[in-house]
């Protein structure tokens, strides 16, 4: 398959937050919250003449999906780019062209395409600051056969998501790398 063809087989940004289960509050409260900065619009409104197309692989019990799609829809509301969700449990053949490191089927990945679904960018799953945010929380986890891993783990995932959904700046982490990635890679 294309990528216009993923393009065309995935669910619409409202079609994916009606489908949301686990993290569907805290994806709209972020999206309700967020505010692009007044001084970036012009900048984002420059990319709407590019056309872009965002295919956002994704799944709703992904805490690291619940930060950055928010976030991705408003910048793509300001920048005039449609996006459409598929789901990576259910579409491996196309996660598998995205892995992070090689190995890795981590999410959410954003695939930016143009009129003709030729791919332009690529962004995910973390922000710079956002991934060292979770290193640093995975660091202080015993391994992973140790008897506390699993109630360390759930104590860590708790953590990460109560500042995902509060910290402002971690939302403007996440859109300024996003900004810079369209910026150098369609603006320059």
């Not at 709703?60 to 969700?85: F, H, R, S, T, Y």
């Not at 062209?97 to 690529?122: C, H, M, W």
């Not at 202080?140 to 700046?169: C, G, V």
């Amino acid at each position: 398959m294309t990528l216009q063809d993923w393009f065309n087989k995935g669910m619409s940004s409202s079609e994916y937050l009606e489908y949301m289960k686990t993290h569907r509050e805290n994806t709209l409260s972020i999206l309700n919250k967020f505010t692009i900065p007044e001084e970036d619009k012009d900048v984002l409104k420059s990319l709407a003449d590019h056309s872009l197309r965002v295919i956002a692989l994704t799944e709703d019990w992904c805490g690291d999906a619940m930060l950055n799609i928010p976030i991705l829809l408003k910048l793509a509301e300001e920048a005039d780019m449609e996006v459409k969700m598929i789901l990576r449990d259910e579409n491996l053949e196309l996660m598998d062209q995205y892995l992070t490191n090689g190995t890795s089927r981590a999410i959410p990945i954003f695939i930016f395409i143009d009129g003709e679904g030729e791919e332009k960018t690529v962004w995910g799953p973390r922000a710079p600051m956002v991934k060292k945010i979770v290193d640093d929380e995975r660091a202080k986890l015993p391994p992973k056969d140790h008897e506390e891993f699993p109630e360390k783990q759930k104590e860590m995932i708790a953590r990460l998501t109560t500042q995902y959904t509060s910290d402002k700046n971690i939302w403007n982490e996440v859109y300024e790398s996003l900004k810079t990635t369209l910026v150098q890679k369609i603006l320059m």
